[in-house]
């Protein structure tokens, strides 16, 4: 099983940026598929961005496309998610998520979740 820590998230004006990181550890990085996942106040864990196994495919929530990218370092085990033009609806919790390649549905393991607020 792999494990996964989040990290960079924070307060940011509109239309700034962050970097979110997640590290994985355990077993091996580059069976996973990796995807990025939130959960604002009162509402349920949305499915923003995920990168496959061998980073060849990403996909985007429509929300995301055209402002998010999500990339994975291979060398150092860790997926990040790069948000530009944020937005206050953008506010919530991130998580990052594993799936075992082979694996179809619900994610395999899921990381502690990092704060995004976006105000003013």
């Known amino acids: 099983q792999v494990q996964l820590v989040e990290s960079g998230g924070g307060l940011v004006q509109p239309g700034g940026s962050l970097r979110l990181s997640c590290a994985a550890s355990g077993r091996s990085f580059a069976s996973y598929d990796m995807g990025w996942f939130r959960q604002a106040p009162g509402k349920e864990r949305e499915f923003v961005a995920r990168i496959n196994w061998s980073g060849g495919s990403t996909n985007y929530a429509n929300s995301a496309k055209g402002r998010f990218t999500i990339s994975r370092d291979y060398a150092t085990n860790t997926v990040y998610l790069q948000m530009n033009s944020l937005k206050p609806e953008d506010t919530a919790v991130y998580y990052c998520?594993?799936?075992?390649?082979?694996?179809?549905?619900?994610?395999?393991?899921w990381g502690q979740g990092t704060q995004v607020t976006v105000s003013s």
């Open positions: 998520a594993a799936r075992y390649f082979m694996n179809t549905g619900e994610y395999d393991a």
